[in-house]
Each structure stands twice: as C-alpha cells, then as structure tokens.
C-alpha cells in the first residue's frame, strides 16, 4: 500500500499470491479439557468458553471455580475426587449439562434450587456417591430427565418419597447407606438396572402398623385429600406455600385415595424384580427383596388389607 501510494507502478508490485489458510493452520475451538493433578489446574488462565467437557479431579478443589459456572456450553463436568462440600446455586445455570460426577467429595448435601433449575430439563446423568449426604430435599425428584443416578457410599436415611416420578431413570445404585426401608412411591420404577446392596433394611411386619389416624379427620386432612383426589387445581397463588408442600408429598393408600397427616403406616415386602430388570442382591444371603413403605387411609383399608395377608400366609 505504501510503494503504491508512492507511485510505484501496479505492475511491478511485489504482491504475494492470496492462499487460503490450510485446515491444519486454523485452530478449532477447544471442547474438551482433562485436568487430573493440582499443579496442571489453571489459576490465571481462564478456561476456554467453547468447553463442553471439563474434567478437574484431584485437584483438592474446596469449591466449585466460578470460571466454570461461565462455561454455557458445557455438556459434561467431572468433578470427582476433590474436596467440595457445598454446591452454588448458580451451578443450575449450565443450560446444556447432561452429566455432572460429584464422586467422592465432601457434600452433606443437594440443594433444591439446583433441582428446581435448569438442570431439571438436561441433567441425565448424575453421580453423587462417596460424600456425606443423609437425605436428598422433596425437589430431587423435579431432576424428571434423569437416566442415571449413583448415591453409594452415602450415609442416606431415606430415598426421596416422590421418587417414582423419575420415569426415565434406568439406573440406580444407592449400595452401602443407611435405609432402613423404600418409600412407597419406589413400586412405580421402571429400571434396567438397581443395586441397593449392604443397607441395613428392617425385617417387615405388617401386624405392628405405625396408626397416625386422626379421628375424626380434621378439616384440613378433609380438604387436602378432597383436593387431591378430585385433581383440584392449587398453586402458591392460591394457597400458602407450606400447604403446597404438603399437597405435593400426600400419601397414597393402597385403594388409591389420598392422605395426608391421618394414615397407618406399615412395611412389606417388595421383590426388587417388579421395578428392575437387573437386581444386585442386596445382601449376602442373595436376597433380592426389601422392604418397602405402605399407607392406608383408614382402618377399614387396612383391615381388608390384613385379612388377604393373614389369608396368603394361613
């Protein structure tokens, strides 16, 4: 440009032929990033904004980086083998997440505004085991698009009551925890595989019910099996916020109808092979069986419920 505007002549410029630039010399946008040691972990450089798979393990991570949350087009984070023990909100704004390994952390626990997230559309495979965690909050069970769930290794007290409504959930492993028993919502499953090996399950005994009948119903035990049995519409619009809750966690009798805070409770026993397909045995006798929780509306429930036991067993 400069000999031109001195007048040189366009002819005897020394111009180079325009090649385009070969694949090989463009550099593609990084989407994928493997980090297994402390000392190869970025503290200065920012991860690439293209990543959709992140791996940081072993890394002694107490937290989750916030140079991760800006990471939108994620679709797999590792996390495992670190020593995380609280999970930001704002992680449920990775939009495109599909699968998310916690394994051996320090969690004590899965917050329910991740559940009630964006996560709850994408998340289809989640790994949580080896932490600390006792009991998963009533949202878990909104994650509707998982597929995979691990929760070995925890010091789980009880599996989340609405849990039958993972209805693509095909894998579940919740081996080595403390469950005394299933809740009731666990007969709707449908798995491919379940291993709930080495809990400490109770021996059912359906003639020791735990009777929580209010007689007579109070009103409110009146108006919420109403609402639910007649699928009357209700939101926190309509009602307060903790009679929403409870609504969404009533119990079901085995007639079908609804309870709420008035109901017996027993447990009997359910062969794991009518929710999975495949069943690890869940303890070393090579039993398949666990106990699971049963409602019942009123005594008359219950009753006919006790003869047809009494009878199967005569």
């Given at each position: 440009v400069r000999l031109?505007?001195?007048?040189t002549d366009a002819g005897a410029l020394p111009l180079s032929p325009l090649v385009p630039a070969k694949n090989s010399d463009v550099e593609k946008p990084k989407t994928?990033?493997?980090?297994?040691?402390?000392?190869?972990?970025?503290?200065?450089?920012?991860?690439?904004?293209?990543?959709?798979?992140?791996?940081?393990?072993?890394?002694?991570?107490?937290?989750?980086?916030?140079?991760?949350?800006?990471?939108?087009?994620?679709?797999?984070?590792?996390?495992?083998?670190?020593?995380i023990k609280q999970l930001?909100?704002?992680?449920?704004?990775?939009?495109?997440?599909?699968?998310?390994?916690?394994?051996?952390?320090?969690?004590?626990?899965f917050s329910g505004a991740l559940c009630s997230s964006d996560l709850q559309k994408c998340?289809?495979?989640?790994?949580?085991?080896?932490?600390?965690?006792?009991?998963?909050p009533i949202?878990?069970?909104?994650?509707?698009?998982?597929?995979?769930?691990?929760?070995?290794?925890?010091?789980?007290l009880r599996l989340p009551c609405r849990i039958g409504q993972l209805s693509r959930l095909r894998f579940l492993s919740a081996a080595r925890n403390k469950l005394?028993?299933?809740?009731?919502?666990?007969?709707?499953?449908?798995?491919?595989?379940?291993?709930?090996?080495?809990?400490?399950f109770e021996q059912p005994n359906p003639l020791v019910p735990n009777i929580q009948l209010k007689i007579?119903?109070?009103?409110?035990?009146?108006?919420?099996?109403?609402?639910?049995?007649?699928?009357?519409?209700?939101?926190?619009?309509?009602?307060?916020?903790?009679?929403?809750?409870d609504l969404e966690v009533a119990k079901t009798c085995r007639c079908g109808n609804a309870c709420l805070s008035s109901f017996i409770q027993i447990t009997v026993t359910m062969n794991?092979?009518?929710?999975?397909?495949?069943?690890?045995?869940?303890?070393?006798?090579?039993?398949?069986?666990?106990?699971i929780l049963c409602y019942f509306c009123s005594l008359d429930c219950y009753s006919q419920f006790l003869d047809r036991h009494l009878q199967s067993n005569g």
């Open positions: 031109a505007h001195q007048g994928k990033m493997i980090i297994t040691s402390r000392r190869d972990y970025p503290l200065t450089k920012s991860f690439p904004f293209s990543l959709e798979h992140l791996q940081t393990s072993y890394c002694k991570l107490a937290r989750i980086d916030t140079r991760v949350l800006s990471l939108k087009k994620l679709r797999k984070l590792d996390l495992s083998h670190n020593h930001p909100a704002t992680l449920g704004d990775l939009v495109c997440l599909q699968e998310l390994d916690l394994h051996d952390n320090h969690l004590e626990a998340l289809q495979f989640l790994d949580l085991s080896q932490n600390q965690i006792q009991a998963l949202e878990f069970c909104q994650l509707r698009g998982l597929v995979q769930l691990k929760l070995d290794d925890n010091a789980l005394p028993f299933l809740p009731s919502d666990f007969r709707k499953l449908a798995l491919e595989n379940l291993d709930l090996f080495g809990n400490p007579p119903l109070t009103l409110l035990e009146c108006a919420a099996r109403a609402t639910i049995n007649h699928r009357i519409p209700y939101s926190c619009h309509l009602l307060p916020s903790h009679l929403c809750k794991l092979h009518h929710v999975a397909h495949t069943v690890v045995l869940v303890d070393n006798m090579g039993g398949t069986e666990a106990p």
